[in-house]
């Protein structure tokens, strides 16, 4: 039984910085990749980041590169995503998402997380 749990999230002034961590149960955690998702009120859920399973592979929507750094302890079976310059735009429910192999790139994999919300005041 896969099971993930983010946290971290909270409500942050406009300019600042959050970390979400998405920690998983369930074995073999350093041989899957990993993605952020976040859903907005009212609209759908984009992608964020990705990031192979051994941390060596990322990538980012542009929207967030740049800002978004997305990095993974496999030892901890922890998967982070450090925020950084937030904006209102930001605001969304973040969820974790682990692929289904090494690296699906942004391939939705079967797993997700509750969602932690991410709240930015302008």
């Known amino acids: 039984q896969v099971q993930l749990v983010e946290s971290g999230g909270g409500l942050v002034q406009s300019g600042g910085s959050l970390r979400l961590s998405c920690a998983a149960s369930?074995?073999?955690?350093?041989?899957?990749?990993m993605s952020w998702y976040r859903q907005a009120q009212g609209k759908g859920r984009e992608s964020v980041a990705t990031?192979?399973?051994?941390?060596?592979?990322?990538d980012y929507h542009a929207s967030v590169r740049g800002r978004f750094t997305i990095t993974r302890d496999n030892a901890r079976n922890t998967a982070y995503l450090q925020m950084n310059s937030l904006t209102p735009e930001d605001t969304a429910v973040y969820y974790c998402?682990?692929?289904?192999?090494?690296?699906?790139?942004?391939?939705?994999?079967?797993?997700w997380g509750q969602g932690t919300q991410v709240t930015v005041s302008s």
């Open positions: 998402n682990r692929h289904d192999s090494w690296w699906s790139y942004w391939a939705q994999g079967t797993y």
């Open positions: 369930g074995v073999f955690f350093s041989a899957y990749g």
């Open positions: 990031i192979s399973a051994t941390g060596e592979l990322t």
